[in-house]
C-alpha cells in the first residue's frame, strides 16, 4: 500500500490515512498495541528499504508517531513505557 506511493502528496495522504486508523481504536490498550505491531513491523522492513524510499518512510514514522503523541495527550497520559520493553 504504502510502497506504491511515488508522488509525494499521495505518499503524506497514505501516511495520514495510516495514522488516522489510531483514532478509530478509542481505546488506549488497543492504540499502544497498533504502536508497538507498527514500530515492530517498521523495523523490521527497515534494513530492506533501499536509501531512495528512506524518505518516505521517515516520513510515515513522524505521521504516525505525532499522531500517538497527539492522542496521549488528549487522553491525558503518556504511558510511554509501555511501549518501551
Known amino acids: 500500500m504504502f510502497w506504491n506511493t511515488d508522488k509525494p502528496v499521495n505518499q503524506k495522504l497514505t501516511a495520514d490515512d495510516i495514522a488516522f ?3 478509530l481504536f478509542g481505546n488506549k490498550n ?3 498495541d497498533y504502536i508497538k505491531c507498527f514500530l515492530t ?3 523490521r522492513k527497515w534494513p530492506k528499504i533501499d536509501f531512495l524510499r528512506l524518505d518516505k518512510y521517515i ?3 513522524q505521521t504516525v508517531l505525532k ?3 497527539e492522542l496521549c ?3 491525558k497520559t503518556l504511558e ?3 511501549i518501551l520493553p
Open 21 to 23: 486508523k489510531l483514532e
Open 30 to 32: 488497543l492504540i499502544v
Open 41 to 43: 513491523e517498521f523495523g
Open 59 to 61: 516520513m510515515m514514522l
Open 67 to 69: 499522531k500517538f503523541f
Open 73 to 75: 495527550l488528549e487522553i
Open 80 to 82: 510511554v513505557s509501555i
